[in-house]
C-alpha cells in the first residue's frame, strides 16, 4: 500500500499543488494519530497545535469522535462476575492439596524448590544465578585454555623453548640499557 508522493510538475501548477497540499495534510494526520489519544484521555495536556490541526481537519474531528464513541461503549461494558462458590472451592481444593503430603522427604523437596521457582520472589536469585554461570564459564575457559596450552608447550621441541629463553633475556637486556640511559640523562639534567 505504498503511495506514490506527488510532484510539482510546473505550469500553471493548480491542481499539483492541491495534491501536494492533501499529501502534506495526509503527513500531518499521521503523525497527530497518536496525539489523538493523548487529547482523548486529558484534553488540557494536549498542546495548542494538536488543538489547532483538530479544529481544522474534519478527518481528524471525525477519528477523535470515533475514539470518545468507543471509550463510551467500553466504560459501559461491564465484566463477568464471579461465581460466589468459586473461593470456597478453590479454598477445599488447597486444603485438599496439602494434606496429600508426597509420600518422601525428597519429593516433598522437590515440589517445594519447584514452588518456590514457579510462584516465590526469585528476582533476587536471577543475578546469583548468572554470576554463577559465568564465573563457571570463565573457570571452565580458563581451564581449557590451560589444557590447551599445555599440550602445546609439550609439542614444542626443547630447541624452541632455549630460542624463547634468549629472546626474553634479550629483550631484557635492551629494557635495562633503555632505563640505565634514562637514569643517566636524568642525572645529568639535574
Not at 21 to 49: F, W
Not at 103 to 125: C, E, F, K, Q
Not at 136 to 155: K, P, T
Amino acid at each position: 500500500m505504498s503511495e506514490k508522493k506527488p510532484e510539482y510538475t510546473g505550469g500553471n501548477g493548480v491542481g499539483s499543488m492541491i495534491e501536494m497540499e492533501k499529501h502534506a495534510m495526509k503527513n500531518t494526520c499521521t503523525a497527530m494519530e497518536s496525539k489523538l489519544a493523548d487529547l482523548l484521555l486529558d484534553p488540557g495536556a494536549a498542546s495548542s497545535r494538536v488543538q489547532a490541526h483538530v479544529a481544522g481537519c474534519a478527518f481528524c474531528r471525525r477519528e477523535l469522535a470515533n475514539l470518545r464513541a468507543t471509550m463510551a461503549l467500553l466504560d459501559t461494558w461491564e465484566g463477568p462476575q464471579p461465581s460466589p462458590y468459586f473461593l470456597t472451592r478453590l479454598d477445599a481444593q488447597m486444603r485438599e492439596e496439602r494434606a496429600a503430603a508426597p509420600a518422601n522427604w525428597l519429593t516433598h523437596l522437590i515440589d517445594r524448590l519447584r514452588a518456590r521457582a514457579a510462584y516465590g520472589p526469585s528476582m533476587h536469585v536471577r543475578p546469583l544465578a548468572a554470576m554463577a554461570l559465568s564465573v563457571v564459564l570463565l573457570l571452565g575457559g580458563g581451564a581449557y585454555l590451560g589444557v590447551i596450552n599445555d599440550w602445546d608447550q609439550s609439542a614444542a621441541s626443547p630447541g624452541q623453548a632455549v630460542v624463547h629463553d634468549l629472546q626474553t633475556l634479550d629483550n631484557n637486556a635492551q629494557l635495562l640499557d633503555q632505563l640505565e640511559a634514562l637514569s643517566n640523562n636524568n642525572d645529568n639534567g639535574d
